[in-house]
């Protein structure tokens, strides 16, 4: 089955400063890589996607980037802000079967 | 539109009870999705389900789970005769249809305690 990695497990950064999650996964025939977002006692909630035939998305301050030759993906959060405080999810699609990485715990310091 | 729906959002049982958790689907999704989480760790798949159909169920524990989705009504996950490695946050997704590329959206999970 799929094997999802996440890196780091924790993250500190100053408010303004940018933020990088790294995943990498196992299986060649994954090809669907959401990113999801966790606040405390809350559902994950979808915050970007990126499907196999594009190497990188934007989404105002999320951008995601995917190499499939080396199979990790990457989370990038520009300008962090306090609310950007939150355990993030990296995640693998192979067919239906969603695999996730351990998470990521940002905190973003004022 | 009503998202993903589950309900009870918390639920505490006794060692050795039954534990009924509720999903209903997004409007329009007739696929959905059971994981769990343990704390401070991510989320696991557990069962995956369309209507009347249970498509894969390898990451259920062998006994005493068990999950269904009716022709009408919710989908329940259903665990007998609980112990308190149950305890957990279960999560249900829902989907429109089983493409790899289908992004699953989920409810706000239903956070169970054993004592």
């Known amino acids: 089955g799929e094997n999802v990695e996440q890196h780091p497990s924790t993250l500190s950064v100053q408010e303004g400063d940018s933020a990088v999650i790294k995943c990498t996964y196992s299986?060649?025939?994954?090809?669907?890589f959401p990113w999801y977002k966790q606040e405390l006692g809350k559902r994950p909630q979808l915050i970007i996607d990126?499907?196999?035939?594009?190497g990188e998305k934007k989404d105002q301050r999320i951008a995601v980037t995917l190499n499939k030759t080396a199979k990790h993906f990457s989370l990038h959060i520009t300008e962090t802000q306090p609310e950007d405080s939150a355990v993030y999810f990296c995640?693998?699609?192979?067919?239906?079967?969603?695999?996730f990485g351990a998470g990521t715990t940002v905190t973003v310091r004022a | 539109n009503a998202g993903v729906m589950q309900n009870p959002r918390h639920l505490v049982r006794r060692r050795g009870q039954e534990a009924r958790l509720r999903c209903s689907p997004m409007?329009?999704?007739?696929?959905v999705y059971w994981y769990r989480q343990l704390p401070e760790e991510g989320l696991k798949f557990m069962v995956y389900?369309?209507?009347?159909?249970?498509?894969?169920e390898s990451g259920m524990p062998k006994e005493r789970f068990s999950a269904e989705f009716p022709k009408e009504g919710p989908s329940i996950l259903r665990i007998q005769q609980v112990v308190r490695g149950d305890s957990a946050a279960y999560f249900c997704?829902?989907?429109?249809?089983?493409?790899?590329?289908?992004?699953?959206?989920f409810g706000p999970g239903t956070r169970l305690l054993v004592l």
């Open positions: 997704a829902s989907s429109t249809g089983t493409g790899s590329q289908e992004t699953q959206y």
């Open positions: 299986d060649s025939a994954s090809n669907y």
């Open positions: 990126i499907r196999s035939n594009v």
């Open positions: 995640a693998a699609i192979n067919d239906y079967k969603l695999s």
């Open positions: 409007k329009g999704h007739s696929h």
């Open positions: 389900l369309q209507k009347e159909n249970i498509i894969d």
